[in-house]
């Protein structure tokens, strides 16, 4: 994962920034980086940024030492999954590194919110559909079962169309990235879970 370290090197030195501590933050692959409208979505919650091309979850949770414990969030929105089952990973082992986050975050911050942004179905990627329907399964129910303080957004079924296949007004022309409306969907989802994820 050394292609990640100058932007790793990058964040750090924002990390000794005062003003860039104890915010809500966004964390996990271009999803997230490209998330253009983030602080006019959520004003509320001042987010930070921590989006990086081509991160997988078990990025996420390599990097967790220099890329998120710095900043002391009071909340983590993620978002990965997606790159790990297009490098081939099986579900499992997605779900694994889901957990090795949560239980970073549980062991070196304490026990703030976190939501996991369901894997998004797109036309690239449909040829592994099946692999990401069953990896939202598991790590929803583990959140729903297992885990208080942990938020499941589900916006996988929002992202079809009538023919359940992914609405393409919802995405960019390659068929990953979102269009603004896309992030329209994302953002109304999580402001469905405010008030429990953006508390002071």
Request: proline share 4%.
């Amino acid at each position: 994962m050394f292609w990640f370290e100058n932007d790793i090197r990058a964040l750090e030195n924002l990390a000794e920034k005062e003003d860039s501590k104890g915010k809500h933050i966004f964390y996990g692959s271009s999803s997230i980086r490209l998330w253009d409208a983030l602080a006019s979505d959520f004003p509320m919650a001042e987010p930070l940024n921590l989006g990086f091309s081509g991160f997988t979850l078990a990025a996420c949770a390599w990097y967790f030492h220099r890329m998120v414990l710095p900043f002391q969030p009071k909340s983590i929105v993620l978002y990965g999954g997606d790159n790990d089952l297009g490098e081939e990973r099986h579900p499992e082992e997605v779900f694994l590194f889901f957990q090795q986050l949560v239980t970073l975050v549980r062991k070196n911050i304490g026990t703030i919110p976190i939501a996991f942004i369901a894997i998004k179905p797109s036309r690239v990627r449909w040829n592994i559909n099946e692999r990401i329907i069953y990896t939202n399964e598991i790590i929803k129910k583990e959140i729903e079962i297992e885990n208080p303080g942990l938020f499941f957004i589900d916006i996988y079924q929002k992202m079809l169309n009538e023919h359940n296949y992914p609405e393409t007004e919802y995405y960019l022309e390659n068929g990953l990235h979102l269009s603004r409306k896309g992030y329209e969907v994302w953002r109304d989802e999580i402001l469905k879970y405010e008030k429990e994820l953006f508390v002071e």
